[in-house]
């Protein structure tokens, strides 16, 4: 199976290399010739949980060059920077290939579903811990699994019998039948954690030093829970309170993707995170106020780029 890991960012680096690792047939594509070069001269250098590094050896291909036809695409480019790659994915791409989404946020399926409408599409929803150090580096932060599933139910598949094979082969992967339920309880976590660490501009765990910082998870926890419930999706907003509370703790050192994208002036992933919430509400007729304040306060501020870090 011909694969693409289609992002060359933290998430893409450290799943190039373990693909490389585990032997698979895969190319790396880079938004930038820069990149690219770099790769294909020094590989991606990958630090460890432990500290160790090592240097893999991988085949990088610039987006807008020509590349061989992929059977799988591990989408791992932000949900910002998928509308104009949906062409070129169309042309990339075997029909009928599989396309594996390793985004925050939802809401891009559509556009995908429309513009590859013989593709399968499978979502990924991780817990590991991944930061990009220069150019081709990586540095895995933490341990975590990688939960796959089909967007829209179906039988056994190839990439079904991939998923398998590959966590044989020690990779932290699991196939998930239900990876609706997790990508909606991933989405309330990235609803709370991301909107308040860039406006407040702290690290995950300075917002469990805040005293309205209980009352703002319930409100905007109870708005995504009776969203979700309209679509089918039962979510706990107990449950999903504790988990974002553990995940302030546990990457309490952090800076969220939303704080990093608003400090670096680069577009964030709000309309794809709070903004579908308050799109789904709309439609379904459940009020939003909090997450379309959340909203429209990171769309202000997308305005305002690089202010100093409190
Ligand atoms: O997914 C994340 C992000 O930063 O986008 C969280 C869970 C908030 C961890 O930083």
């Given at each position: 199976m011909k694969i693409a890991v289609w992002g060359a960012g933290a998430i893409g680096l450290l799943w190039g290399a373990r693909l490389v690792l585990a032997g698979e047939d895969v190319f790396l594509v880079t938004r930038t010739r820069k990149q690219r070069d770099e790769l294909n001269r020094n590989g991606i250098n990958l630090t460890e949980p432990s500290g160790a590094s090592c240097c893999i050896s991988v085949r990088a291909v610039w987006a807008g060059e020509k590349m061989p036809p992929f059977d799988l695409v591990l989408l791992t480019v932000k949900q910002t920077a998928l509308p104009p790659l949906v062409p070129l994915l169309a042309q990339r791409c075997r029909q009928g290939a599989s396309l594996l989404l390793m985004q925050?946020?939802?809401?891009q399926e559509d556009l995908l579903k429309a513009e590859a409408p013989g593709d399968h599409i499978y979502r990924a929803v991780t817990t590991e811990g991944a930061l990009r150090e220069g150019t081709v580096g990586v540095i895995h932060t933490g341990m975590g699994e990688t939960h796959i599933g089909p967007i829209e139910g179906g039988g056994e598949t190839r990439v079904i019998r991939w998923i398998r094979g590959i966590s044989h082969q020690g990779l932290p992967v699991a196939f998930n039948s239900g990876i609706d339920r997790l990508t909606w309880q991933k989405l309330a976590i990235n609803c709370v954690i991301n909107p308040l660490t860039s406006l407040f501009r702290v690290k995950n765990g300075g917002l469990l030093a805040f005293d309205f910082f209980p009352y703002w998870v319930d409100s905007i926890l109870e708005e995504v829970v009776r969203t979700a419930e309209e679509t089918g999706i039962h979510l706990s907003r107990e449950e999903l309170k504790e988990k974002v509370y553990h995940i302030c703790a546990r990457t309490a050192d952090n800076r969220s993707s939303m704080l990093e994208d608003l400090s670096r002036g680069k577009p964030t992933e709000i309309s794809f995170i709070n903004g579908f919430i308050v799109r789904q509400g709309k439609q379904s007729g459940v009020k939003t106020p909090m997450n379309g304040l959340l909203y429209d306060l990171v769309r202000t501020a997308e305005g305002s780029h690089g202010e100093a870090e409190v």
């Open positions: 925050n946020g939802m809401g």
